[in-house]
């Protein structure tokens, strides 16, 4: 099985295991090799302990052969050679053998130490043998030895400490994945509740730890996002019951007028059928044309970016659409941004529509630039449109950008209005990473676009256009 196939449990208890075990045997290791390092200088000073003894005899003359014994605790083979390089005495157990060693320490130096490794001692294997030089009428060399030692010097130590390392081993990895599974118990939990959530109850939310760690921001992060999901549901089922309110309404109107036509079809004015039929089909075009927009917008699409001219945009609109309030212009010249053209003058006619619908008899449309905003560092282009109407209450102004939202419970339609103009305008705000909002104003609805422009020279302009009132 692969391993990030395996569980997290598993995972963390198998590195943990690893890493512990890991450092079990390093220790192990370090410990038994200081061991063996302590000991092995604890026999090197024994034997040259021995050699001493056998060195002080040569010193003194009383040299025999075979050496003579030595005390109990002492027992190591020595060889004594003359200044010719014969051997002159050994003890007991190296008697009649070569020389079990070629060294001689080096001057001014009287002792060296070397491991030797061949069959000249009885044990066989390797030795640590010491070699020391006396002076008496020639160099002398006494060398002594003693069996190396193994690695793990003490078998009893090392059973120790494999079945320590085995058992730390096993009780850190136990700990590990009962830790692990105590700290993941709260993601089976939301896990768990998770899988019980559906389409038809959002309202349920995720356990929320008590301990504020990784696993308590994760589930305040899912309820956060349960929540938008439930808003985001919410608002597509809303929108989908207005999307067919507003194409039931006109497509109802055109079904009763054909079907009236249709049971007195020789007394039907042609000319008057098509000019009661055509407002419900207009209206059914805007629903309809709206919607593509708003999808097309929720889709991504491009926005090709142009220079373009807001004051010249905003006369352009006015001389475009038939106006039915008198529209005061109050514009700076050459304020220029970046954007698609297209959508601009599409935001700007729906909220000149918008104030067209709402005004009482007159709609002021104000051009300006303005300093001060952090957010654009070359200044930003200030579009107002003001209407002289009702207004729209302080705590109803974020509902106006909501799609097909109306500020009346009764739903009726509002002078031709479909509830989709504001929130296109605003995306297409946000679109040319901009923003629209309302703001405070004595009398009426102030609407506000802010756009990101370079700052450029300009003269503020006042121009009025009238239309009659319908």
Same mark, same amino acid.
């Given at each position: 099985m692969k391993l990030e196939n395996c569980s997290i449990r598993a995972r963390v208890a198998l590195f943990v295991t690893v890493a512990v075990s890991m450092l079990c045997i390093a220790f192990s290791i370090v410990l038994l090799f200081a061991l063996n390092k302590m000991a092995? *200088?604890?026999?090197?000073?024994?034997?040259?302990?021995? +050699?001493?003894?056998?060195?002080?005899?040569?010193?003194? *003359?009383r040299l025999v052969n075979? /050496?003579?014994?030595?005390?109990?605790?002492?027992?190591? #083979?020595?060889?004594?050679?003359?200044?010719? +390089?014969?051997?002159?005495?050994?003890?007991?157990? !190296?008697?009649?053998? #070569? /020389?079990?060693?070629?060294?001689?320490?080096?001057s001014p130096r009287r002792v060296a130490t070397a491991v030797v490794c061949n069959s000249v001692l009885p044990s066989g294997g390797c030795h640590i043998v010491v070699a020391q030089q006396v002076y008496r009428d020639g160099d002398w060399t006494v060398y002594s030895a003693a069996p190396t030692l193994p690695f793990f010097?003490?078998? *009893? /130590?090392?059973? !120790? !400490?494999?079945?320590g390392t085995s058992l730390f081993t096993g009780a850190v990895a136990y700990g590990a994945r009962h830790t692990a599974s105590s700290s993941l118990r709260?993601?089976?939990?939301?896990?768990?509740?998770?899988?019980?959530?559906r389409s038809t109850n959002l309202g349920r939310r995720v356990p929320v730890p008590k301990v504020k760690d990784e696993i308590y921001r994760l589930a305040r992060s899912v309820n956060e996002t349960l929540d938008r999901l439930e808003h985001m549901l919410e608002q597509q089922r809303r929108f989908c019951a207005d999307a067919s309110h507003e194409l039931r309404t #006109?497509?109802?109107?055109?079904?009763?007028? !054909?079907?009236?036509?249709?049971l007195a079809a020789e007394? %039907?004015?042609l000319s008057k059928l098509c000019d009661d039929v055509l407002p419900s089909v207009e209206r059914l075009q805007s629903i309809t044309t709206g919607l593509l927009t708003l999808t097309r917008f929720d889709a991504g699409a491009s926005c090709p970016r142009q220079p373009v001219d807001l004051a010249e945009l905003v006369a352009l609109e006015l001389k475009s659409h038939q106006v039915s309030r008198r529209v005061v212009l109050q514009l700076t010249p050459g304020v220029i941004v970046n954007g698609d053209r297209a959508q601009l003058r599409q935001l700007l006619c729906n909220l000149i529509q918008n104030a067209q619908r709402h005004a009482s008899s007159t709609v002021t449309v104000t051009l300006r630039r303005e300093d001060g905003d952090a957010r654009f560092a070359k200044g930003v282009a200030a579009l107002e449109v003001l209407d002289d109407g009702a207004g729209i209450a302080l705590d109803q102004r974020e509902m %106006?950008?909501?799609?097909?939202? &109306?500020?009346?419970?009764? &739903?009726? &339609?509002?002078? +031709? +209005?479909?509830g989709l103009g504001l929130p296109i305008a605003r995306l297409i705000a946000e679109r040319h990473e901009g923003t629209l909002t309302i703001r405070d104003s004595d009398q009426g609805a102030c609407f506000v676009v802010r756009l990101p422009l370079d700052p450029q020279p300009g003269v503020a302009v006042t121009m009025e256009t009238d239309a009659p009132a319908t």
């Open positions: 092995t *200088g604890n026999l090197t000073k024994e034997v040259m302990a021995v +050699g001493e003894l056998t060195a002080y005899d040569v010193d003194h *003359g075979p /050496l003579p014994p030595i005390p109990q605790n002492l027992i190591r #083979p020595v060889q004594v050679v003359d200044p010719q +390089g014969h051997v002159v005495a050994a003890t007991r157990d !190296l008697q009649h053998r #070569p /020389l079990m060693a070629h060294f001689t320490p080096k010097v003490y078998p *009893g /130590l090392a059973a !120790l !400490l494999v079945a709260p993601v089976d939990a939301i896990r768990a509740q998770l899988d019980h959530i #006109p497509i109802t109107a055109i079904r009763v007028q !054909l079907e009236d036509a249709l007394d %039907v004015d %106006v950008f909501q799609r097909f939202a &109306r500020l009346d419970s009764a &739903r009726s &339609r509002d002078a +031709g +209005g479909i």
